[in-house]
């Protein structure tokens, strides 16, 4: 089936860097978009970045433009979200969505994984 | 970038009742509206895209219409599995931005 698993998450300093993966499973990677979306504790969803198909473009928002870097390597059909220079309000369950094919949103999630930055 | 508004933040309701949620886009999206809902500790789950078309699987009692910069959410008859959290979400653009939530709670 479907499915999508993140792992890398964990307790870092602030300042310190982790590496999130998003193992894809049950489809062609290779062809679709993927979004990296977190939620902070009790908070709503925020969007981080996305990765084209084929890794040609990314995109942030804006508070992690130039810490975070999204990757993707199709061969071994895993998403990476490289975090560098965390902060406190870095602090959150980080969930890796596949983008559809029809419209260009979410259609299947990962069960999160979770970043506590704290010193 | 597109701000997006959900209202109510939290809406009381009963099994049977219809509920309405809606979200503004701070300018126009088109129909590149989605609805997700979410249950506490759970990731979310996508039920509505294009504004009004349902996601396959998801339950008939749930409809969404608007175009432009007013959407909403409609929830026929609210079913014990329903109390949960629902967002919008943009994808007009990058970057991607969600509604603040509503909340459905049981009255």
């Known amino acids: 089936q479907v499915q999508l698993v993140e792992s890398g998450g964990g307790v870092v300093q602030p300042g310190r860097s982790l590496r999130l993966s998003c193992a894809a499973s049950g489809f062609t990677f290779s062809r679709y978009g993927m979004h990296w979306v977190r939620q902070a504790p009790g908070k709503g969803l925020e969007w981080v970045a996305v990765?084209?198909?084929?890794?040609?473009?990314?995109y942030y928002t804006d508070s992690v433009k130039g810490r975070f870097t999204i990757s993707r390597e199709n061969s071994k059909n895993t998403l990476y979200l490289q975090m560098n220079s965390l902060r406190a309000e870095d602090t959150a369950v980080y969930y890796c969505?596949?983008?559809?094919?029809?419209?260009?949103?979410?259609?299947?999630w990962g069960k999160g994984t979770t970043v506590t930055v704290s010193s | 970038d597109i701000q997006m508004t959900q209202s109510p933040s939290t809406l009381s309701a009963s099994v049977g009742d219809r509920v309405t949620i809606t979200c503004r886009a701070s300018q126009s999206i088109s129909s590149r509206l989605a609805w997700f809902q979410q249950k506490p500790g759970k990731a979310p789950k996508l039920l509505i895209y294009?504004?009004?078309s349902l996601e396959s699987g998801v339950p008939s009692r749930f409809s969404g219409s608007g175009s432009g910069t007013e959407f909403t959410l409609t929830i026929s008859s609210l079913q014990p599995d329903d109390f949960a959290s629902y967002y919008c979400?943009?994808?007009?653009?990058?970057?991607?931005?969600f509604g603040q939530g509503t909340k459905v709670e049981i009255k």
């Open positions: 969505a596949r983008v559809s094919l029809a419209e260009p949103t979410e259609d299947v």
């Open positions: 294009k504004a009004s």
């Open positions: 990765i084209w198909y084929d890794g040609s473009n990314q």
């Open positions: 979400q943009q994808y007009n653009r990058y970057p991607r931005s």
